[in-house]
Nanobody
């Protein structure tokens, strides 16, 4: 079992940056692929980025490549999402998740409670 707690969200102006963190409990963190998803009001949850259990392989959705990156520190049981060049349309609740390699929410068994990111124009 893995428990996940996100932090780092907030209000930022367009063009700004944020770093989201997701702290995991449990000793099995390093065995999971970690992913970030987001969900805006009235929209479906969408994949943002994922990182392999060792951190050597990352993948982000095409619309976010070049702006968002993902990293992890297994010694700290933490995964990060680096958000750059933010746009108002990036406003969403961002969730981290633990599971297997994949870009679907169905690939992830454990979820955090989410952190709100609001980008003003």
């Amino acid at each position: 079992q893995v428990q996940l707690v996100e932090s780092g969200g907030g209000l930022v102006q367009a063009g700004g940056s944020l770093r989201l963190s997701c702290a995991a409990s449990g000793r099995t963190f390093s065995t999971y692929t970690m992913g970030w998803f987001r969900q805006a009001p009235g929209k479906e949850r969408e994949f943002v980025c994922r990182i392999s259990y060792g951190g050597s392989i990352t993948s982000c959705a095409d619309s976010m490549k070049g702006r968002f990156t993902i990293s992890r520190d297994n010694a700290k049981n933490t995964v990060y999402l680096h958000l750059n060049s933010l746009k108002p349309e990036d406003t969403s609740v961002y969730y981290c998740a633990a599971g297997r390699w994949g870009g679907s929410s169905m690939d992830y068994a454990y979820w955090g409670q989410g952190t709100q990111v609001t980008v003003s124009s």
